[in-house]
């Protein structure tokens, strides 16, 4: 028997292995991470709860809507190199994150009062210009108008 090519084969199995379990293992440790679609929350009218989120790349984020009151959510500010998304009114909405950054978003039917939130992936790539998007929104808002700011200063 050739002891070299045993070796070789017995070591390349046991990488192709160790790179299995290393895949599987993210794979399991990406969270589903529920955010809820609130007429009425802790937070005040018209919101998502949470509305900061701090997730890793690969987790999902899972839009649920508590009540009939057309609430839906989509990307107002994803970091480069991030999808976009928008959501049915009424409906659930599931959205994987993959990039790193700071990502803003809102709720269709009722941004102008305020029904916003932020999502943090990993580091917080983009901050100043997340926060420079989020002024310029807030500027138009009837309502919650400080509801940026105070999901934004949780950003670490």
């Excluded at 991030?82 to 009424?90: L, P, R, T, Y």
Aim: proline letters at 3%.
């Amino acid at each position: 028997m050739d002891k070299t090519r045993y070796s070789g084969g017995r070591i390349a199995g046991l990488l192709c292995a160790g790179l299995m379990a290393a895949v599987g293992s993210h794979a399991a440790s990406a969270a589903e991470i529920h955010v809820k679609m609130m007429d009425m929350s802790d937070s005040g009218q018209l919101a998502f709860e949470p509305g900061f989120v701090k997730a890793q790349a690969g987790d999902t984020i899972v839009f649920e809507p508590t009540q009939k009151g057309g609430h839906s959510t989509y990307s107002l500010l994803v970091p480069p190199g991030a999808k976009a998304w928008s959501g049915a009114a009424d409906k659930e909405t599931r959205v994987r994150l993959e990039t790193e950054g700071v990502y803003l978003y809102a709720c269709t039917a009722h941004k102008r009062m305020g029904m916003v939130g932020v999502i943090q992936v990993g580091q917080p790539i983009k901050l100043e210009q997340a926060k420079k998007a989020a002024a310029s929104e807030s500027s138009g808002f009837v309502f919650n108008k400080d509801r940026f700011d105070k999901e934004l200063a949780q950003v670490r």
